[in-house]
Structure formats: C-alpha cells, structure tokens
C-alpha cells in the first residue's frame, strides 16, 4: 500500500518554490539565462507586477515567445523603392 503523499513530500516542495515570486535576478537565474534575457522578454511584453513573477508564469510566457532577444522586424526588410 502507497502512503498518499504530503505536502512535504518532494513534489510539494517542488510546486511550492515554482509558484514563489520571483524578482529579475532569482528569475534569470532559475531559467538560467542572464538578467539581460528578462529585461528583454519584459520589453517584449512580459508582465512582471511589482517586478515579480513567477516561474510558471514566465515558462508560459516563453513558450507563446520562444525568442525574446530576437528583433520584433528581424524577417522584414524595408522597402527599397
């Protein structure tokens, strides 16, 4: 028979600190990327309230953006006319 599991289980745990917000600095470093990566998925339309966020929010966030760093124009060229 399986015990059913707590909320100090690992899996608590880990649910607990994902949902903890973040600021730039935690954020970056629990996507492992750096600050600067941030800063541009905020320029980018990435909300972050009282300059937190979570780490859900944000792996949502990037999953609908999968390129923040990259030009909003990066494909369009300027008329040559």
């Known amino acids: 028979m399986i015990a059913p599991a707590d909320s100090t ?8 600190s ?5 600021c730039v600095s935690e954020l970056a470093f629990e996507l492992r990327r750096s600050t600067k990566y941030v ?9 972050m309230p009282g300059g937190t966020a979570t780490l859900e929010e944000a792996r949502a966030w990037l999953a609908r953006n999968p390129s923040p760093c990259a ?3 990066a494909g369009l060229k ?4």
């Open 9 to 16: 289980a690992a899996g608590g745990l880990l649910s607990a």
């Open 18 to 22: 994902m949902s903890k917000l973040l």
């Open 39 to 47: 800063y541009a998925m905020r320029k980018r339309g990435f909300i």
């Open 71 to 73: 030009e909003k124009n």
């Open 78 to 81: 300027a008329d040559e006319s």
